[in-house]
């Protein structure tokens, strides 16, 4: 059974609007959640976090909404550029134990200009 | 370089032998993750390592075997590969100070 999913496998969205992408997680121990951003032939690299004692975190561009309530993140990208193109993968994790992750599905964005 | 390589980056084996892939980071980071890419399920703990002479099983760790003598190396051996894991491998490490993991480059392994 899955515990973190990500249920669009794609995403096409214009240049310069928002990419929205979501998360849905089922296991209530995970207290802390990441993007990862992976291009092909490259390793995933981390893009942006959020502690589950917040709802929103943003850097730059990119800002992840957490509801704890509904166990649902996402990221948004605003405004969306061509290099944002690649796989999307969110991850929890609990924070009191090994660092481990449990990663979704992905979601491969395509932005087209 | 400073950072977390994978090697090799490519490799073909047959089905039945032994294969090891290697993950050596620069950092000193504490802990030391190896995971497998797969279409439709993403990226899946095989092992992991939370110091020297640690490991410990992920989610999918059958047939596989780590070992962790230095910090900075943890290899990934598959004692008698099949085809069912073809598959990227990936390999990632943490200072264990903050929940961030960085990954290397992966190794694209084919059984055939």
């Known amino acids: 059974d899955q515990q973190v999913k990500q249920n669009s496998p794609s995403l096409s969205v214009q240049e310069g609007r928002i990419s929205i992408l979501n998360c849905d997680y089922t296991?209530?121990?995970?207290?802390?959640f990441l993007w990862y951003k992976k291009y092909p032939a490259e390793g995933p690299t981390f893009l942006i976090s959020?502690?589950?004692?917040?709802d929103k975190n943003e850097d730059g561009r990119f800002t992840v909404f957490l509801n704890k309530s509904a166990k649902h993140l996402s990221l948004h990208i605003v405004p969306s550029q061509p290099g944002d193109s690649a796989v999307y993968f969110c991850?929890?994790?609990?924070?009191?134990?090994?660092?481990?992750?449990?990663f979704g599905t992905g979601t491969r964005l395509k932005v087209l200009a | 370089d400073a950072g977390i390589t994978q090697s090799p980056r490519y490799k073909i084996t047959e089905t039945g032998r032994q294969v090891t892939l290697m993950c050596h980071q620069t950092?000193?980071?504490?802990?030391m993750f190896w995971y497998r890419q797969d279409l439709g399920h993403g990226l899946r703990l095989i092992y992991y390592?939370?110091?020297?002479?640690?490991?410990d099983k992920g989610e999918v760790p059958d047939g596989y075997v780590v070992s962790r003598s230095k910090t900075e190396n943890f290899p990934l051996t598959l004692e008698s590969a099949t085809r069912s894991q073809t598959s990227v491998y990936f390999c990632?490490?943490?200072?264990?100070?903050?929940?961030?993991?960085?990954f290397g480059a992966g190794t694209r392994l084919s059984v055939l």
């Open positions: 959020i502690s589950s004692i917040k």
């Open positions: 950092w000193s980071h504490s802990y």
């Open positions: 990632a490490s943490s200072a264990g100070t903050e929940n961030i993991q960085y």
């Open positions: 390592s939370a110091a020297a002479d640690i490991t």
């Open positions: 296991n209530s121990m995970f207290d802390y």
């Open positions: 991850a929890a994790s609990e924070t009191s134990g090994t660092y481990k992750y449990i």
